[in-house]
């Protein structure tokens, strides 16, 4: 029980970090103007994420603290900047770095504690 | 979803919303007025994030046994009660970032980690450790270098637009 639950709340970290990057990557501009309105796959995969993780996420809070699964989204911090950089080509300076760092170890102490 | 939305949905929006310029630059008192709206509607973003969150919780815990119902019926409603109040949080972020810079308005919802922790002691008898405590820190701190760090390379210009765009862990 707890087992699944904890693998639903990574599931919401890596669906929802996944649902950023479909996001960001469907509203890239368009290379030509179009004249009907067309909505991208890629924003209705970040809706599907977004669904899907909402329904992860309650299940998760039937047996993990919400003071303890909360703080562990932050976990999203420090993944998107890390799959932007590896996906989107953005730039990812040396400061986030050590912020992603950052992140890294204080979800990890929530997470044990 | 638990987070993300806010900001992804500013970001679609602030591409497309035009912010009424001319009407700003004519009357000073109308900038000070429009801060005031945007820092008010900042608190009520962190004030519905958090209340979403609580309430989210206490439809999950309703569905547990032995006393709870696990139908699915039974979640609905007070899931949707939850997710309204959430939406409320999300739509306050939005008008709240038209007039505030996100490096301003980011920071502050570091008050959702604050509200949560004591929401769920208060209501959920949950124990609030030194190790939570020490964790939610760090994080707060971590995000804190992530957005400054990214202040100086991608918000500026045109292509900077959405590149701030973080998940939200608040409203």
Redesign the interface.
């Known amino acids: 029980m707890t087992a699944i639950a904890w693998t639903s709340l990574a599931l ?1 970290v890596l669906l ?2 996944a ?2 990057l479909a ?2 990557y469907g ?1 890239r501009p368009a290379r030509a103007p179009s004249p009907t309105l067309r909505v991208r796959p890629a924003i209705l995969i ?1 809706f599907g994420t ?2 899907l ?2 329904l992860l ?3 998760a ?3 993990i ?4 699964a ?2 562990i ?2 976990l ?3 993944l ?2 890390l799959a932007s950089s590896l996906w989107l080509d ?7 770095w ?16 | 979803m638990p987070g993300c939305a806010g900001t992804s949905l500013a970001t679609a929006f602030s591409l497309n919303l035009p912010v009424r310029t001319s009407a700003i630059v004519t009357r000073h008192s109308s900038i000070a007025s429009g801060r005031r709206i945007a820092l008010l509607a900042l608190f009520l973003s962190i004030l519905f994030g958090v209340a979403g969150q609580l309430l989210m919780k206490w439809a999950a815990l309703r569905t547990v046994a032995p006393k709870g119902d696990s139908s699915v019926w039974s979640l609905m409603q007070p899931l949707a009660f939850a997710l309204a109040v959430y939406s409320l949080g999300i739509a306050n972020w939005i008008v709240a970032l038209r007039r505030l810079s996100l490096s301003t308005a980011y920071p502050l919802t570091s008050l959702n980690y604050i509200g949560i922790l004591i929401g769920s002691y208060y209501w959920f008898g949950e124990r609030i450790t030194l190790g939570r405590g020490l964790g939610v820190t760090l994080i707060f701190l971590g995000v804190l270098l992530v957005v400054r760090g990214a202040r100086g390379t991608r918000l500026e210009g045109s292509s900077g637009r959405t590149a701030a765009a973080g998940p939200r862990v608040s409203p």
């Open positions: 919401v929802g970090t649902g950023q996001l960001k509203l970040w977004y669904v993780t909402t996420w309650i299940f809070l039937r047996s603290p919400l003071s303890q909360f703080p989204l932050g999203q911090f420090a998107i900047p953005e730039e990812v300076g040396t400061m986030q050590v912020g992603i760092g950052v992140i890294v170890l204080g979800v990890a102490l929530v997470g044990s504690t």
